[in-house]
């Protein structure tokens, strides 16, 4: 029958087998599809943000670096005031400002503070130089002077950091001792007039003028016009034993002598001033 072979040629029709080790391909459902979607979309998003971030941040760091290029290079809030700070006896505080407002260039942030200390500290009674910005147009300047404790030579002083300086004009009749000696030899007798000056201290003598010869030897003259003659060898020890005598043997007659030589090992002597 007709019915028969159609059935027998459905059984016959069989189902291709999948082969060992092949993949089996299965459609994604709606829910997983929607899911990948959404985490795209969130990716797409994040990026967007992370740009508009990025890009925001340039911004503001080249606007930074304008501003700070218009700063240095403008005269936004000049300087209008130089305020000189500090206890000056040799120095005028209004030479210091006008000196300071002729080469101030710049405003308040851009002002070379260097180059203005640099000017100052080549002034010969300046020791040292501080300076400050004062909002909003106002640098105070504080200034220190040299303090000399010698003269040296004919035209210099020697500040109490042993530091030779010449002042334009020398002033006179400070109480400061009188050194001299060879060149480069300021620091040596800086040194010597303090432990000198120490040793006479019982006696209440003081140091009006301490020479170093080329020879190196020394000689001092104390208050009363006494000269002491030291020589080159042990001069300390030859000064501790003139402080010794003197106290004993020659106070009361000090305005009568000219000068005692110490360079004796085993005594000195004295030259008399003339009646």
Known sequence: MIIGRDLSKRKAA???RRKSGQAVRIAPSAKARSS???LGQ??????NVWLHRGMGLLLVMLAAVWAQQKIQTSQWLPIEKVQIEGTLQHLSAGQL????MGVIEGGFFSVNLQQLRDLLQQQPWVESVAIRRIWPDTLGVMVIEKTPVAYWGKDQLLSTRAVLFKPAVLPEGLPLPQ???PEGQHETLFRELGRMQAWLMPTGMQIQKLRLDARRSWTLVVNDGVEIRLGRKEYNARLQRFAQVYRQHLQKQQHLIRHIDMRYSNGFAIAWKEA
Request: no cysteine; glycine share 10%.
């Open 97 to 100: 400002q006008q000196q300071a």
């Open 36 to 38: 990948r979607q959404w």
């Open 179 to 181: 050194l001299e000696g």
């Open 14 to 16: 069989k189902k291709p």
């Open 42 to 47: 969130t990716k797409a998003l994040l990026g």
